[in-house]
């Protein structure tokens, strides 16, 4: 299918500690990884995307890593601040449509 | 350029109504979608579109239809309306495949 399953749920961390957040796809076709930022009341915005020939991408204190064999990818926010505090979305999608199906969603709070 | 607007921002409707929820965007983007947001959850794909006048369906496309007549627009009708189609709707563009989806600011639908 092609469903896709993101953890955390909620993730709480302390200003200036580093956040993870990891997904799990199941579609083999599956070629674009993108992650969205929501804050509250607000539309999703891209913050960072990662294509299949790639295994790993960074943008100042965001990263993301792609493992195509194992299926899953990953968010890595380092030094992480009150701003970052949001709901944080991966993505997938394949083919020729560019359809994309979004995972849960994760809660990261930052603590000052 | 205004980028992907929508309207209207907020609408009740009552049970058994119909209506059309209005999306557009300036950039000449070929690439264009529907999404619905529940409370505490992610997006799901309603409708897309390719091009003006090919649309297809989604992941949830029951109770709704589109049309792309023009690059420009692309319209969510709703046929009597029911409360399970209380969300958040988001329109999104993209300029090609794999490249970043642009959200407009959203359209909040209550059915009573």
């Known amino acids: 299918g092609e469903n896709v399953e993101q953890h955390p749920s909620t993730l709480s961390v302390q200003e200036g500690d580093s956040a993870v957040i990891k997904c799990t796809y199941s579609d083999s076709a599956s070629n674009y990884f993108p992650w969205y930022k929501q804050e509250l009341g607000k539309r999703p915005q891209l913050i960072i995307d990662?294509?299949?020939?790639?295994g790993e991408k960074k943008d100042q204190r965001i990263a993301v890593t792609l493992n195509k064999t194992a299926k899953h990818f990953s968010l890595h926010i380092t030094e992480t601040q009150p701003e970052d505090s949001a709901v944080y979305f991966c993505?997938?999608?394949?083919?020729?449509?560019?359809?994309?199906?979004f995972g849960q969603g994760t809660t990261l709070q930052v603590k000052p | 350029n205004a980028g992907v607007t929508q309207t209207p921002k907020f609408r009740i409707l009552k049970i058994g109504q119909s209506m059309t929820l209005q999306c557009a965007q300036d950039m000449n983007h070929n690439y264009m979608y529907w999404y619905r947001q529940d409370p505490g959850m992610g997006l799901k794909l309603i409708y897309y579109?390719?091009?003006?006048?090919?649309?297809d369906k989604g992941e949830v496309p029951n109770g709704y239809n589109v049309s792309r007549s023009t690059t420009e627009d692309f319209p969510l009708r709703l046929e009597l309306a029911a409360p399970s189609q209380t969300s958040v709707y988001f329109c999104?563009?993209?300029?090609?495949?794999?490249?970043?989806?642009?959200f407009g600011p959203g359209t909040r639908l209550l059915v009573l």
């Open positions: 999104a563009s993209n300029r090609e495949l794999q490249e970043t989806q642009y």
């Open positions: 993505a997938h999608g394949s083919g020729n449509t560019g359809k994309l199906i």
């Open positions: 579109s390719v091009g003006a006048g090919i649309t």
């Open positions: 990662i294509r299949s020939n790639v």
